[in-house]
């Protein structure tokens, strides 16, 4: 039993340190020189990663209790996802880098095709993080934007992977809606449609904003930074709710609220507006040139 312990210890060490040569490769000099044949074959080697440490972590976990169980499991998948979606976003861009160039230049001379290659080679942008997700009705829309644009709506990312990375998006509450979903291509409509109907709620949505714009805090210091951080939130749900299709046009009433929670010396510097200072843009321009 030890011994067969030692072994898949063994080859579950060979598996991970795979990833790690995988992640060497994408951060090396080489990834520009190889070609898309290449980095596809690499890629289908890492794609067999996945039920190969799978199969060797749950051998380990019938023989042994060993604590870091959940972790290893946690680990490797991050680890995984990563790779494999950075190899997808390399192999996309080279494809179509490489069904655009011209038909005269496939009869180049070999030269020629080299600095094609070179030209084409995989630019290396900035990762774009995905934004996280709590509970808060208020950020359910952008995060649902941003989530269905980065991920849902991109066909060549499988839906195991979608999972995932919905998984490491959420956070809190929201974490606990698809808790009890194993990670899996079959359940990931499920996770997103339960999340959907959990906080796609427009009119509860627009309620928070409402309820979160006259519980802004009351400005008690006399100077302009306390005031600019009123009408930062102010204008913050001004546009959350004009974006839920409820007019932000007359504010007027809204507004008188807005000023009958300054002190003093923020009413006296506003005074000499006039009938102006019922509109947010004439607060926000007098508050930028002080």
Known sequence: MEEELKRAKIRRGAIKRSLTRAAAFIESDDINTANLTQIRQRKEKIDATWKEFDD??????????????????????????DIISRFEEIITTRAFGENNIPRDR??????????????????RLPKIELPTFSGGYEEWYPFYDTFVSLIHNQAYIPNIQKFHYLRSALRGEAAEVTQSLEISSDNYEEAWQLLRQRYDNKRLIIQKHIKAFFELPVVIKENYISLRSLLDGVSKHKRALKALGRSTDE???????LITRLNGFHRAQMSHLGDHSKKISTINNCIQHE
């Open 56 to 81: 060797v972590q749950t051998t380990i976990d019938l023989i042994s209790e060993e604590d870091e169980a959940d972790n290893e499991r946690r680990t490797f998948e991050n680890k995984y996802f």
């Open 106 to 123: 496939e009869r180049a001379d070999n030269n020629q095709l080299r600095e094609v290659s070179n030209t084409n080679s995989y630019l």
């Open 251 to 257: 504010w007027d009433d809204l507004l008188m609220h």
